[in-house]
Structure formats: structure tokens, C-alpha cells
């Protein structure tokens, strides 16, 4: 093992510490049983976006300074992107600083129809930590239905509103969120016809870009464990295809082993133990798995044709893959040990790069028809398949670890233009670009940090 340069060191110091935020509920900001009626009901299929009030945050003078107002901006952020709920407009407020110690006045949010209010305070401690609380309130019901209080390093602020976020978004829907995330991707700079990609990682919402590779060789395809803070790439770093353990806690990355037949990275096991890979022999491919501490490989299938793109289900009973067995790229299961595969994608068009939701009730796929790439799911059975979005090049989907979000990257035609990086949401109405310094591909979301 080796560690990587000095750039990426810092960044997983920083993650390192940022993995110590403290988070525990306030004596008295207690949930009351009173106040469940306030949930946001995300099963239906047309969802109305719920109206919260959320003023910024208070500072350590008891007034708003820049910390307190970035944190409530990231904060409003989140949840606006999740198309889940609605801001409502700051200039609207009557109480523009509200005190998280003292009972809101609720006629002032209600006149507003505010179905959720959230105040809170981010204050500097005198050890030069920063402590960040917040209190959630139903309006409507007038009761306090959250409420925390977490101590981190100033560095880690942005964090700490993505933590924030998910306990609103929790309290809200009944669900976990999944702001406080990271997604690794390949990042491009340079003409078309010769790209310099490097590996890198950031927020979920595009922030706090950071490099793991110099740029000096070839990477493709980063796969996030599920289990934890652990990417598989590929490298051509020896001029020849190499699989990369990489652990972002750590900086310390190892080969997983020499692949030449490889053309993805492999995915993880639900336990992040093994692998499930593609290798080419002869003319074909089949799907293996490896164990990551023995490095014993499994052969899965056996067939005369190209099986490829292995994606475990979440509790590692299931494989999906694509394959030309039939004639045309098409995605079929298999049992998470082998043994006879199922057809279950049926319409026009050839299936590639599926990806099993986190939630197992879903399969996300890349489909080709009609000159146009779309980015779709379907039931695990092949049944209610629904297009999402579609565009001259969209491929590589990847979950958010609540299964309600992907994320893809889309490529314009024409030009020297290059890929970007694009969320959307199981509605299919959602859709939004996420921004990168640079062209950016293959995506891939981490688990939830802990």
C-alpha cells in the first residue's frame, strides 16, 4: 500500500475530522407524540412540495453573521433540491430572526401557511469549536417535533448543515435523507480527443471539490462500497488495466489485481467484502466475484456470450447484468452465487449499466433506442419499466443511498464540449445539473457518512 500526494492527505484529514461531529438530542427539545400528524407523504405519485420556514440560523452574538447564514443557505439548499419541500421567501417573514430558545409566536408563520418552521443557532465555543442546534416545529400543531445540537471543527460547518438537512428531512417524510454524502466521479479537462481525467470526490450538491489522482495517468469508472468509505477504479497507470483499492479514510490505496479483459471497475457486495466483476476471455465475458482479503475469484457464468455491468442487490441474494445472450444487450438475474439467469428488460432498444437501488425495489439502467440514450428503472421483475430522461448521451446512473435519487452524466452533441454531471428524482420531474469546476463523468454516491 502507498499513500496518495499531499493534496489528497489534507482533504482526508479534513474528512477524518469531520467523521467526529457529536450529535445528540437537547434536554427539552424532546419530540411530544402530539405533533407525528406533521409528515410529508412521498408514496403517492404527484407530490406537492411543503411550505417551511427556515430564518437564518443565529450567531454567537444572538445576530445573524456569515457562518449562520451560510449554514441556513445549505441547509435551504437541500431540501429545495429534493423537490420535496418549498422555502417560503424571507422577505415574507414577520419574526426575521427568531430565537431557537423561545416559543415562536405560530400566527406569524401560519399567515405564511408554513407547515414547518426551523430556527437554530451556530455559535463559536471557547475551545474554537463551533456548536450548531436547531429546533423543528410543526406549525399548524404548534409543538417542537425536533431538535439537536452538534459540536465539530469550523472546517466541517458545511457538514454539519448536511446533517441538519437529513434530520429535517427524517422528521418530514419518514425517510432517511442522504445530503450528508459524497459522490466520486471522474473529473476531464483538455480537448475532446485527448481528455486528462483525474479522480475526484465532493458533496453531494457539487461543493468542496477535492482531487484523489494527479491526472498524470488514465482513470475510469470509481465504485463507491456500500458499507463504507472505500472506491474501486480502474487505472492505466502501468499501461495496462489495473483495479485500485482506494480507502478515503485512510489515503491508502492497494491493486485489487490485474484485469486486461476489464472494462467497468468492479461493484461491491452489500458487505463490502467481495467484488462482482466482468472479465473477457477469448472472445467472451463472464461475470466473476472476488473476495477482497483472500483475492479468490468465483466464475458466475458460463456462456458464449458477453455478460457484463454486475450489480448486487442490497442484501446480496440477486445479481443484475447485461448481456447479448439473446441476441441484443438486455438485462437479466441471476442468484448472488450464479446459476440460471432471467430476462427481464423486453422493450425496444438495447439495455446497458444496470444498478440496483439501495431500497431493492428498483433497477436503474442506461437504454439506447432511437438514436437517443435514456436513463429509466424498472421493477426488479423487468415489470413497470419508466423512463426518467433522455438526451443525445446520458449514461452511468447511480443511486443516492435513500433510493430516491440518481444521479448521471449527460454529454451534448457536437463541439468540444464534455460530459456533466445531472441528478434526478423518481418522479422523473426533477431534474437539475450538478456543477463541477470541470467536464465530469461516472459518478458514483457514497453510503451516508457516519
Known amino acids: ?253 492497494e491493486v485489487v489485481g490485474n484485469f486486461p479483459g476489464m472494462t467497468f471497475a468492479p461493484r461491491f457486495s452489500p458487505d463490502g467484502q467481495r467484488v462482482v466483476m466482468s472479465l473477457q476471455q477469448d472472445g467472451n465475458a463472464n461475470i466473476y466475484t472476488m473476495d477482497l482479503r483472500s483475492k479468490r475469484t468465483t466464475r458466475l457464468t458460463n456462456s458464449a456470450s458477453i455478460d457484463t455491468s454486475p450489480s448486487f442487490s442490497p442484501d446480496g441474494s440477486r445479481i443484475v447484468f447485461e448481456s447479448d445472450r439473446g441476441g441484443s444487450q438486455q438485462l437479466y438475474v441471476m442468484g448472488g452465487n450464479g446459476g440460471e439467469a432471467t430476462r427481464i428488460s423486453f422493450g425496444e432498444g438495447s439495455y446497458s449499466t444496470p444498478v440496483w437501488s439501495p431500497r431493492g425495489d428498483l433497477i436503474a439502467f442506461t437504454k439506447r433506442s432511437q438514436g437517443q440514450f435514456l436513463i429509466g428503472v424498472m421493477s426488479t421483475d423487468g415489470s413497470g419499466e419508466r423512463t426518467l430522461t433522455s438526451g443525445f448521451h446520458n449514461e452511468g446512473p447511480t443511486w443516492a443511498p435513500n433510493g430516491r435519487v440518481l444521479m448521471f452524466f449527460r454529454e451534448p452533441q457536437g463541439g468540444n464540449s464534455g460530459p456533466q454531471l445531472w441528478s434526478i428524482d423518481l418522479t422523473g420531474y426533477n431534474e437539475r445539473q450538478v456543477l463541477t469546476p470541470n467536464f465530469a463523468s461516472d459518478p458514483a454516491w457514497s453510503p451516508l457518512l457516519n
Do not use: C
Open 1 to 253: 500500500m502507498r499513500h496518495l500526494n499531499r493534496a489528497t492527505s489534507h482533504w482526508v484529514s479534513m474528512l477524518r475530522n469531520a467523521t467526529l461531529v457529536l450529535a445528540f438530542v437537547l434536554a427539552g427539545f424532546v419530540p411530544t407524540s402530539a405533533s407525528a400528524q406533521l409528515q410529508l407523504d412521498i408514496t403517492r405519485g404527484n407530490i406537492q412540495a411543503l411550505p417551511i420556514a427556515i430564518p437564518s440560523f443565529i450567531g454567537s452574538t444572538g445576530q445573524v453573521d456569515q457562518l449562520s447564514q451560510d449554514v441556513t443557505q445549505v441547509i435551504i439548499n437541500d431540501l429545495e433540491r429534493s423537490a420535496l419541500f418549498r422555502a417560503i421567501d424571507p422577505a415574507t417573514y414577520i419574526d426575521q430572526n427568531a430565537n431557537p430558545d423561545a416559543m415562536p409566536r405560530f400566527p406569524d408563520w401560519r399567515v405564511l401557511s408554513a407547515q414547518a418552521l426551523a430556527v437554530g443557532r451556530i455559535v463559536q465555543e471557547a475551545d474554537g469549536r463551533i456548536r450548531a442546534e436547531f429546533r423543528l416545529w410543526d406549525v399548524f400543531g404548534g409543538k417542537q417535533i425536533a431538535g439537536q445540537r452538534f459540536f465539530t471543527q469550523p472546517d466541517n460547518w458545511r457538514r454539519v448543515a448536511h446533517i441538519i438537512a437529513d434530520a429535517i428531512y427524517e422528521r418530514l417524510t419518514g425517510e432517511k435523507g442522504y445530503f450528508d454524502t459524497r459522490v466520486v466521479f471522474v473529473d476531464e479537462t483538455g480537448p475532446k480527443d485527448n481528455r486528462t481525467k483525474r479522480l475526484a470526490i465532493m458533496d453531494q450538491d457539487g461543493a468542496s471539490v477535492q482531487y484523489l489522482t494527479s491526472g498524470g495517468d488514465l482513470v475510469l469508472t470509481p465504485r463507491f462500497s456500500p458499507s463504507r468509505q472505500e472506491i474501486t477504479y480502474m487505472s492505466y497507470a502501468t499501461g495496462k488495466p489495473q483495479v485500485f483499492l482506494l480507502n478515503i479514510d485512510t489515503g491508502q490505496r
